[in-house]
């Protein structure tokens, strides 16, 4: 691949990164106190939670690019603010070229930190997204480019992501279900709207 490629792909996971991180931003100031506590689609987390977990992954992801121990999101901790923070350090890291590209050692191999971005922070963010939206009551549209990168890798993994233990069992997506229900359903969460 050529320089100029190279350099295109990196800035397409920056973009994608940012498109989705501007979304997950818009559904977590548009909860309300009392939302914080709503039950959400992934049955054992509350709206609070699901903001904590995606941190969380950002800041594991990081330490992959610079050393040192994770650092727990503390309870009771602004969730607006320590997202915001969270958010701004990995496209930090993802426009920076240098870093970018660095090769990271990961539970999946080594391969370059935008790589391991663009799949792993990225996609939970994107779902997550979604589910926050749904236990809130917001728009649950995703970026359609991000929902199309998720589903070419996640579609293939398949019953590899489920062992994981951090998907449930496929659900069957409705007749003529768009890619963002199909990618829903697969990742075992009924995408169906609320009233059936």
Wanted: aromatic share 6%; hydrophobic share 45%.
């Amino acid at each position: 691949m050529s320089q100029v490629a190279d350099e295109a792909a990196s800035a397409e996971v920056a973009d994608r990164y940012e498109r989705i991180a501007v979304a997950f931003t818009t559904r977590l100031e548009g909860c309300s106190d009392d939302q914080w506590a709503c039950s959400t689609p992934c049955t054992e987390w509350t709206a609070a939670d699901i903001v904590t977990h995606v941190i969380g992954v950002h800041r594991l992801i990081s330490t992959m690019l610079d050393g040192g121990d994770v650092e727990a999101v503390p309870a009771g901790a602004d969730l607006v603010t320590t997202w915001r923070e969270a958010s701004a350090s990995m496209l930090g890291a993802l426009r920076d070229r240098a870093r970018a590209t660095k090769i990271v050692v990961t539970p999946f191999g080594e391969m370059p930190f935008e790589d391991l971005a663009s799949r792993v922070v990225c996609s939970d963010t994107l779902v997550h997204t979604w589910d926050l939206a749904r236990s809130t009551g917001q728009d649950e549209q995703l970026d359609a480019a991000a929902v199309e990168f998720a589903w070419t890798w996640m579609e293939p993994a398949g019953e590899r992501l489920r062992a994981s233990g951090d998907f449930g069992p496929a659900v069957e997506p409705p007749l003529a279900a768009n890619l963002q229900t199909r990618l829903l359903c697969f990742l075992g969460r009924d995408a169906r709207q609320p009233d059936g």
